[in-house]
């Protein structure tokens, strides 16, 4: 079953870390805003976007936040089999759930939203074709980190539903970036 191209969102800080003890490092609610926004919009009205993320991202989501409303919520683990109370999957490989988002037609479009195994494995395969990434201008204290990215093999890109100014909440800068695979047409 061939896979459908997906995207990854993510918020890094200077040094690339994404999260502190299972935690993430800062609270920004417009960034999480927007990570929503981007996420639930699909393309398609009758569908909704598929989540795919690790076990100990999707264990890092309060409860009352469980599932990722609007969106199918699918987690790769390697020693839960049983669907998690309110997921709608659970995979034994990042493949699995891939294959399995491609080709359930209530799908729209396909998002890899954390953590650092799941990015990691994730830039690997040749239908990961864009990259939602903001960068917070700021270091934080990390333990997980966002894979660096080939930037001559994923190029910055413009697109309408994401803002181009500076955005500032909390104290801190931050910018919301696009990356996309070359040759692939959006
Ligand atoms: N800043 C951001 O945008 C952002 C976004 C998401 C998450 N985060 C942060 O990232 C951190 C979590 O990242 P993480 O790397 O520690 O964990 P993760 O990628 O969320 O989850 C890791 C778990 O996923 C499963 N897994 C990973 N690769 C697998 C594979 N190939 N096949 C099957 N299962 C696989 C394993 O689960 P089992 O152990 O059950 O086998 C593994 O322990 C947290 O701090 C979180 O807050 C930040």
């Known amino acids: 079953m061939k896979i459908r191209n997906f995207s990854l969102i993510a918020a890094i800080c200077d040094n690339y870390g994404i999260g502190v003890n299972n935690k993430l490092p800062w609270r920004l609610k417009n960034e999480m805003n927007y990570f929503t926004r981007i996420t639930i919009t699909s393309d398609d009205e009758s569908k909704k976007n598929a989540v795919i993320m690790g076990r100990k991202t999707w264990e890092s989501i309060p409860e009352k936040y469980r599932p990722l409303d609007g969106r199918i919520n699918l987690i790769v ?71 660096k990215f080939d930037e001559k093999i994923f190029q910055e890109i413009s697109k309408e539903t994401v803002p181009k100014e500076i955005q500032e909440e909390n104290g801190l800068k931050y910018k919301f970036h696009v990356y996309q695979r070359k040759s692939i047409e959006l």
């Open 77 to 147: 683990s390697r020693t839960v089999t049983e669907k998690p109370i309110k997921s709608d999957g659970v995979f034994s490989d990042l493949k699995s759930a891939l294959v399995q988002a491609s080709c359930m037609d209530e799908v729209d479009q396909i998002f890899i939203v954390g953590g650092e195994q799941i990015y990691r494995e994730a830039l690997t395969f040749p239908e990961c074709s864009t990259i939602y990434l903001t960068r917070i201008e700021a270091n934080f204290d990390c333990d997980s980190f966002f894979p």
